[in-house]
C-alpha cells in the first residue's frame, strides 16, 4: 500500500512523470524480452490495471494478496508451467532497465538456481540495542543492498513458496531457507527503490535521462 509514500492511494499506482510506476516497471521488463507479464494488482484495482496496462504490454493481472508475499505466490501460479525462469520485480523499483533483467535472468540460464542483483553498501552501519545503544559497527565490505528484479528457477521458487513459515522481505530470503545458493549480479543505481516522498522527487529528477 506503500504507508511511508503517504496518501495518495497504492504505490504501484503512484504517478512518475505523469504515468503509474507500474507502467514504468512493466514496460522495462516487456522490453528485456519476457514472455510472460503476471502482475498482482491491488484488490480493488484489478480491472483498472488490467485497462493501464492494455496499451503498455500483454500482462496477466491477478488479485493480490494481503503481503507481498502473498502477492508473488498468487502471480506465480498465474504463470504457465512451461516457463522455467521466473523475474519477481517491485513496482516500487520502477526505473530498473531492461539490462539488469537480462542479466538477472541470464545467469539463472546458465545454471544459477537463484540470482539477485546487489549493489555494495556505502553508508557506515551500526547493529544498535532496541534502547539506542551502539551494539558495534558491521563491517559493510561483506554487506550488499539487495535489488530487484530477482530470479529463479520455477520449481526453486515454487518450493521456497510452499515451504514458507515467516514472512519475508523478497523471495531470495526464503530460498535461502531451503539451503540454495543464492548468486549475485551487479545491480544498477537506476534500480532504487521508491518508498518515501524524497524517492519520488530523486526519481522524477532522474527520470529524463533514462532510457524508456
Given amino acids: 500500500m506503500g504507508v511511508r509514500l503517504g496518501p495518495g492511494g497504492p504505490k504501484a499506482l503512484r504517478l512518475l512523470g505523469g504515468e503509474p510506476l507500474l507502467v514504468h516497471a512493466v514496460r522495462r521488463i516487456a522490453s528485456a524480452g519476457a514472455r510472460c507479464i503476471a502482475v498482482a494488482a491491488p484488490p480493488d484495482d484489478v480491472d483498472a490495471v488490467c485497462r493501464m496496462l492494455e496499451p503498455v504490454a500483454p500482462v496477466v493481472v491477478v488479485q493480490g494478496g494481503a503481503t507481498r508475499q502473498e502477492s508473488v505466490a498468487l502471480a506465480l501460479a498465474a504463470v504457465p508451467e ?29 545454471g544459477h538456481d537463484a540470482v539477485i542483483p546487489v549493489l555494495p553498501v556505502v553508508d557506515t552501519i551500526k547493529e544498535v540495542t532496541a534502547g539506542g545503544q551502539v551494539v558495534g559497527t558491521v563491517d559493510r565490505a561483506v554487506l550488499r543492498a539487495v ?66
Fill in 82 to 110: 512451461r516457463f522455467e525462469v521466473i523475474l519477481v520485480h517491485d513496482a516500487a523499483r520502477a526505473m530498473a532497465p531492461p539490462s539488469l533483467a537480462i542479466a538477472v535472468a541470464e545467469a539463472v540460464h546458465a
Fill in 147 to 212: 535489488q530487484t528484479p530477482q530470479g529463479f528457477r520455477r520449481a526453486v521458487l515454487a518450493a521456497a513458496h510452499a515451504g514458507a513459515v515467516d514472512e519475508h522481505t523478497d523471495d531470495a530470503g526464503m530460498v535461502e531457507k531451503l539451503g540454495v545458493p543464492v548468486f549475485c549480479v551487479p545491480g544498477d543505481e537506476a534500480a532504487m527503490k521508491i518508498t518515501r516522498p524524497v524517492d519520488l522527487l530523486i526519481a522524477e529528477a532522474l527520470l529524463g535521462s533514462l532510457p524508456a
